[in-house]
């Protein structure tokens, strides 16, 4: 699995290849999350995804797959990126591991509380769910939904606190 953030390098054209908000707001975007469908949130970020919207093949294409784990240091992430994070360009795509690498610490406090909760709304689901008596096959489909969910919500109340550039790290400002 890759990281967010994940990108190709062209090497023939020196062209940079990444996966933001505009390229999801299309209808390639559209198909890419159908064919991606529950796993859209694991998968959207990775060198495969870049790949299927890109139509990148890589036994015909000079190119390197790059990604950055740790965004502390935004100068080892090509500047288009970086410009996308800043202007939350990535918000659809996803989060990093670590919100402190973007967040100030105030913010990673609040952050944290609000993943605490949803992680606790999707626990107490998860066991209503456990509990019940529908079949193992459709319980494995609602898991599945109901995960994609859980992560949609904490992506999207990290884009929410990263809007206010007061809220990030000095170096994400």
């Not at 299309?26 to 796993?39: F, I, P, R, S």
């Not at 870049?50 to 990604?67: G, V």
């Not at 950055?68 to 591991?97: F, H």
Request: charged share 35%; with cysteine; hydrophobic share 30%.
């Amino acid at each position: 699995m890759c990281d967010f953030v994940s990108w190709i390098e062209d090497n023939i054209n020196d062209k940079v290849y990444f996966i933001s908000n505009k390229e999801l707001d299309t209808y390639k975007g559209e198909q890419l999350k159908k064919y991606l469908t529950t796993e859209f949130y694991e998968d959207i970020i990775g060198h495969g995804a870049i790949k299927k919207y890109f139509n990148i093949n890589s036994a015909t294409f000079s190119s390197n797959e790059k990604e950055e784990c740790t965004l502390k240091y935004p100068n080892k992430i090509p500047l288009i990126i970086v410009n996308a994070i800043k202007r939350g360009d990535m918000s659809k795509v996803g989060i990093p591991d670590n919100p402190s690498d973007l967040l100030n610490a105030e913010s990673v406090k609040k952050y944290n509380k609000e993943v605490k909760k949803i992680d606790d709304k999707y626990d107490t689901l998860e066991d209503i769910i456990r509990d019940s008596n529908i079949t193992s096959i459709t319980k494995d489909r609602v898991y599945q939904y109901m995960y994609m969910n859980q992560d949609k919500e904490k992506i999207e109340y990290f884009w929410k606190i990263f809007k206010k550039k007061s809220n990030r790290q000095k170096r994400w400002q």
